[in-house]
T-cell receptor, first 111, second 116 residues
Framework: SQQGEEDPQALSIQEGENATMNCSYKTSINNLQWYRQNSGRGLVHLIL???NEREKHSGRLRVTLDTSKKSSSLLITASRAADTASYFC???????????WGAGTKLIIKP | DAGVIQSPRHEVTEMGQEVTLRCKPISGHDYLFWYRQTMMRGLELLIY????????DSGMPEDRFSAKMPNASFSTLKIQPSEPRDSAVYFC??????????????FGSGTRLTVV
């Protein structure tokens, strides 16, 4: 089952611009995670934000979490061609649940 | 650690044949997951194990699919007999703690299965 919905489904921007992707979910969560998947590869964990956190940074990545709106955003600043990939959000909704995945946003960075 | 290791990377088989996919999780991770990814259905959880014990196999499509984890360092996903609709990329992932709350899931590179 998929709880997260990423928006937009696809995003194409110029190298150097910022890219913002959004994720909405339906139930209360313990944490929300973002992953990147390059074409033909496995998913790579980028960042985890806990339900009591509002913002988190990792290098050029900035993640925000609004539990009242049940939404999160991933901002990639100063995008590079190597950032071209699909980005997935996943939520941890409880101790016996495993991650629930969104459908992903396909990001294309044009040189 | 070399990460989660899956084999083979690619598998092409004829309909009706048995297919076995293999996975070596990260040492110390107590959860192991098998996922299937297709364009149409996205990422689907097939089954997961906790400390080598299957916990939830409700995602396994049908009886043709089976998974085992005989020890903490090895798991297999078997399809017998295979059908063309089983064609997909199969991922194995492992994590420490439920929900990946101690650093997320680590995925293998996947096995691209084509059944002709």
């Amino acid at each position: 089952s998929q709880q997260g919905e990423e928006d937009p489904q696809a995003l194409s921007i110029q190298e150097g611009e910022n890219a913002t992707m959004n994720c909405s979910y339906k139930t209360s969560i313990n944490n929300l995670q973002w992953y990147r998947q390059n074409s033909g590869r496995g998913l790579v964990h980028l960042i985890l934000i806990r339900s009591n956190e509002r913002e988190k940074h990792s290098g050029r990545l900035r993640v925000t979490l609004d539990t009242s709106k049940k939404s999160s955003s991933l901002l990639i600043t100063a995008s590079r061609a190597a950032d071209t990939a699909s980005y997935f959000c996943a939520t941890d909704a409880g101790s016996n649940y495993q991650l629930i995945w969104g459908a992903g946003t396909k990001l294309i960075i044009k040189p | 650690d070399a990460g989660v290791i899956q084999s083979p990377r690619h598998e092409v088989t004829e309909m009706g044949q048995e297919v076995t996919l293999r996975c070596k999780p990260i040492s110390g991770h107590d959860y192991l997951f098998w996922y299937r990814q297709t364009m149409m259905r996205g990422l689907e959880l097939l089954i997961y194990f906790n400390n080598n014990v299957p916990i939830d196999d409700s995602g396994m499509p049908e009886d043709r699919f089976s998974a085992k984890m005989p020890n903490a360092s090895f798991s297999t996903l078997k399809i017998q007999p295979s059908e063309p609709r089983d064609s997909a990329v199969y991922f194995c992932a492992s994590s420490e703690g439920t929900g990946g709350r101690f650093g997320g899931y680590t995925f293998g590179s996947g096995t691209r299965l084509t059944v002709v």
